[in-house]
């Protein structure tokens, strides 16, 4: 159960200790990269039967994220994703409003497939509060002021090039998770910009195996070209517990 502390910040206890809601960063870096695939891939690698692939002109949406985090209030750790845009089973949301503002519809988000976390207090923080389907292991990042290189482990490394772009606000992110027999949706309003441009330079290449890689290669990611790429520096967001909408049906084995 949460504590609060004198100014009304929830503590929350976890496997590895405590830590104060919401969780912040204040400086990092991000790169996100959302590809084209087919909704029959982007099923196949869905963890849920409550959520399916968003259809956008006959094809899936699916993010691939890097995030270095250089200050936060539970210490710099750096986190690589793979997401699929859905919506809840049997609900019909508009995407024009998903393309707009997609905080503001609730039948649709980001279903996590992959989330692979430098450090084991993020991981587990993630894990036992948000439901995310982390796991710890190597994450090296280097940004630099038109480039970014991210080497994930030994599964696959993630190249990006980009001189210019065009500066727009950032968007909130928007999480489904399940939790515990919940079913959870999280909103993330951010406070930095992003600069899109480079999408034809992104190059993943697979290097070995894990959970992530296999997932890239399901989706066919080391051989497509992303339709849009977004570069941020200076991140800063608070990141809350995500708002129960629904339970999880029993599974019968």
Known sequence: MAESTSDSHPIERISLGELELPVRVTDGSSLACIYRVSLDAARAVLLSNLFEPVSVGGDALVQVTALQYDETSIGPYNEFGVMVMVQRSGSTPSRMRMLMSLENVEDAGWYVVNLA???????????????YPGYV????????????QVILN??????????????????????????????????????????????????????????????????????RRPMFAARADHVKLALRLGIPIGSVPIRIS
């Open 117 to 131: 976390v430098s450090t084991g207090f993020a991981c587990a923080a993630g894990r036992e509060l948000w439901g």
């Open 137 to 148: 292991t190597q994450v090296d990042t280097e940004f630099d002021r038109d480039e970014a």
């Open 154 to 223: 030994e599964e696959l490394v993630l190249e990006h090039r980009a001189r210019f772009g065009i500066t727009v606000p950032g968007r909130p992110f928007v999480y489904f998770s399940e939790l515990e027999g919940r079913l959870l949706r999280t909103v993330v309003p951010v406070e930095h910009s992003q600069r899109m441009g480079g999408a034809r330079s992104v190059r993943i290449q697979v290097t070995g195996d894990g959970p992530t890689a296999e997932t890239v290669r399901r989706l066919g990611l080391d051989r």
